[in-house]
C-alpha cells in the first residue's frame, strides 16, 4: 500500500535492521528501541490491524512469534518479555499496518508500565457481556 511506512520496509524501499523474513512475514527491529531488542513481526500482507486480519494471516503471523520471541529473549539476556499489540489509536497504535511488538524487560523499572484497573466482580454482568460478545464471534 502506497503511504505505508511498513509496506515500503517490506518492498525494501526504506532500510531497516531486519532480524527474520519469510513469504508471509518480516521481523525488524523498532526504531524506538524502548528497550534494547524491541522488534516488530509484520505480515506481509498490508492489513490495517487485528480487527481487520483474516484467519489465515493470523496464523501466518502469530505462528512466528515463539520462535522470535525465543530469539529476542535469548540474543538480548532478556530475564522476560511482553508481547503487545495495539488496535486503533486509542490503543496506541501510530502505524496502521498490522504489526505485534516483541519487548525485552530487563527490569522493573526499566521504562515500561503495563497496569490494569480491576472491578469488584459483578457475575450478572460478566455472564451478560460474555453472551454479548459470544454472539458477535463468527
Ligand atoms: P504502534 O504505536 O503502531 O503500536 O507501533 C508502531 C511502531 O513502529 C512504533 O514503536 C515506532 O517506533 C515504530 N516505527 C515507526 N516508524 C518506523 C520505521 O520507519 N522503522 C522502524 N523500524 N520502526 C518504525
Ligand atoms: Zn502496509
Known amino acids: 500500500m502506497e503511504d505505508c511506512i511498513f509496506c515500503k520496509i517490506i518492498n525494501g524501499h526504506i532500510p531497516s535492521s531486519k532480524i527474520y ?3 508471509q ?3 525488524f527491529l523498532d526504531i524506538s528501541q524502548t528497550t534494547p531488542g524491541h522488534t516488530l ?7 490495517r490491524n487485528i480487527l481487520d486480519m483474516d484467519q489465515e494471516t493470523a496464523a501466518e503471523t502469530f505462528s ?3 520462535k522470535l520471541a525465543r530469539a529476542v529473549h535469548k ?5 522476560a518479555i511482553n508481547i503487545i499489540n495495539n ?3 486509542l490503543a496506541g497504535q501510530s502505524v496502521f499496518h498490522a504489526h505485534i511488538h516483541i519487548v ?3 527490569s522493573e523499572d526499566d521504562g515500561i508500565s503495563i497496569s490494569y484497573t480491576t472491578h469488584e466482580p459483578d457475575f450478572e454482568k460478566l455472564g451478560l457481556l460474555a453472551d454479548k460478545i459470544k454472539k458477535e464471534v463468527i
Not at 513481526?41 to 492489513?47: D, E, G, Y
Not at 540474543?75 to 530475564?79: K, N, P, S
Open 21 to 23: 523474513e519469510d513469504e
Open 25 to 27: 512475514v518480516i521481523a
Open 41 to 47: 513481526l509484520v505480515p506481509k500482507k498490508h492489513v
Open 64 to 66: 512466528r512469534l515463539p
Open 75 to 79: 540474543a538480548t539476556d532478556a530475564l
Open 87 to 89: 488496535n486503533e489509536a
Open 104 to 106: 525485552p524487560r530487563y
